[in-house]
């Protein structure tokens, strides 16, 4: 059984794996963490929305599940998800692997423009903190999921949150900045 976290604007007792972008990191699915810090700082702040987190249960015993590491198989999925090609894993109920980071679309039209190999790309893609995301892709994921609970995000943890992403960004670009220099 693990806890899961699910940041939004509103309570979702009933995950829908068919709601959702397409082009996701790891496609089509439900997106949670096992972070509730990381819930916290990955939602944004929506004009008349409250930020709400839920909480799951899941009891993964029963699952197919594909984990997927920082490497040539996870950059791959991620770039043909965002790309919209079919799902090499869609007979998989949970995906549990890495967030991309921020530049991954850069990364992406940087390989494809022959400025930097797939290797460089790579040596990109593993610059920055490492944050899980695991995703329900089946309905079978789903009846397993057990909402607990949900809680309404006061100022003072959003203001906590933000701080904590920006923090997180610029340590990020600094890193970033470095690797592309090692390229020159």
Same mark, same amino acid.
């Given at each position: ?24 990191? /790891? #496609? ?8 509730? &810090?990381? =819930? ?8 008349? @929305? ?57 990364? /992406? #039209? ?8 797939? &290797?460089? =790309? ?8 490492? @944050? ?53």
């Amino acid at each position: 059984m693990i806890t899961l976290y699910h940041a939004g604007y509103v309570t979702i007792e009933k995950p829908d794996v068919h709601f959702g972008r397409k082009n996701a990191d /790891f #496609g089509q699915g439900f997106y949670t963490t096992d972070d509730p &810090e990381f =819930a916290c700082r990955w939602v944004r702040e929506k004009s008349g @929305s409250d930020i709400i987190i839920n909480r799951y249960e899941l009891d993964e015993s029963v699952l197919k599940i594909k984990t997927l590491e920082r490497n040539s198989e996870w950059f791959e999925y991620i770039f043909a998800n965002r790309r919209v090609k079919p799902d090499v894993f869609a007979d998989y109920d949970l995906i549990i692997g890495p967030i991309a980071n921020d530049t991954i679309y850069e990364t /992406f #039209g940087i390989i494809t423009s022959g400025f930097l190999s797939e &290797e460089e =790309a790579m040596k990109l893609l593993m610059v920055g903190d490492f @944050s899980r995301q695991i995703v329900l892709k089946s309905e079978k994921a789903a009846e397993h999921l057990r909402f607990v609970s949900s809680e309404i995000l006061g100022k003072e943890k959003i203001e906590i949150s933000r701080k904590k992403y920006l923090e997180d960004n610029e340590k990020f670009q600094a890193e970033f900045a470095k690797a592309m220099k090692e390229f020159e």
